[in-house]
T-cell receptor, first 114, second 115 residues
Framework: AQSVAQPEDQVNVAEGNPLTVKCTYS??????LFWYVQYPNRGLQFLLK??????LVKGSYGFEAEFNKSQTSFHLKKPSALVSDSALYFC????????????FGKGTSLLVTP | DSGVTQTPKHLITATGQRVTLRCSPR?????VYWYQQSLDQGLQFLIQ???????AKGNILERFSAQQFPDLHSELNLSSLELGDSALYFC??????????????FGPGTRLTVT
């Protein structure tokens, strides 16, 4: 089965510093990977996806993600964090065995302090 | 705003009852997915419909069922409710049925509380 793991429950970073939220994947075949963000009492918002091509994927709100095949990782990054980036971040992989639904990681809570 | 709407926003009901959650996908999207988010289980895929037909099932209980209507809105029916069914239920939509490439757009969710 296709799965992702987010090893950190919480990431703390100071405003203005770079941030990284980690994700590793386990798939059979090619991985189709996604990042979503969830703000309190809101639905999930799509940030970016990796399907094929460049290993560095650029997304919404200044976020980017680096796909690394040898390390089976898809880490989310941002060069300079904002307090408003504080939210819950989910990595997801296309579940080929389930009609192309998404299998999500457990989520990482990002806290950016002023 | 993702363009996916869900009603109601909140629902409080008692054990043993039945509820219906409603979802309208983004304009033009034919696929609807239902997910459940709870503290202990995280985000789990329940079921997918494409253009009125069931396409895939995930961890959906037999007490739960769904359908998609000709106007493409979808309803998730939860019956014989238990305390453990308390969760946030999300609907998502995407363009295609089986495309690897399309991202899913999520609604704001329905928070179900079973007392």
């Amino acid at each position: 089965a296709q799965s992702v793991a987010q090893p950190e429950d919480q990431v703390n970073v100071a405003e203005g510093n770079p941030l990284t939220v980690k994700c590793t994947y386990s798939v059979s075949g090619n991985p189709y990977l996604f990042w979503y963000v969830q703000y309190p009492n809101r639905g999930l918002q799509f940030l970016l996806k990796y399907i094929t091509g460049d290993n560095l994927v650029k997304g919404s709100y200044g976020f980017e993600a680096e796909f690394n095949k040898s390390q089976t990782s898809f880490h989310l990054k941002k060069p300079s964090a904002l307090v408003s980036d504080s939210a819950l971040y989910f990595c997801a992989v296309r579940a080929l065995e389930r009609g192309y639904a998404l299998n999500f990681g457990k989520g990482t809570s990002l806290l950016v302090t002023p | 705003d993702s363009g996916v709407t869900q009603t109601p926003k909140h629902l409080i009901t008692a054990t043993g009852q039945r509820v219906t959650l409603r979802c309208s996908p983004r304009s033009g999207d034919l696929s609807v997915y239902w997910y459940q988010q709870s503290l202990d289980q995280g985000l789990q895929f329940l079921i997918q419909y494409y253009n009125g037909e069931e396409r895939a099932k995930g961890n959906i209980l037999e007490r739960f069922s769904a359908q998609q209507f000709p106007d493409l809105h979808s309803e998730l029916n939860l019956s014989s409710l238990e305390l453990g069914d308390s969760a946030l239920y999300f609907c998502a939509s995407s363009e295609g049925a089986t495309s690897l490439f399309y991202e899913q757009y999520f609604g704001p969710g329905t928070r179900l509380t079973v007392t």
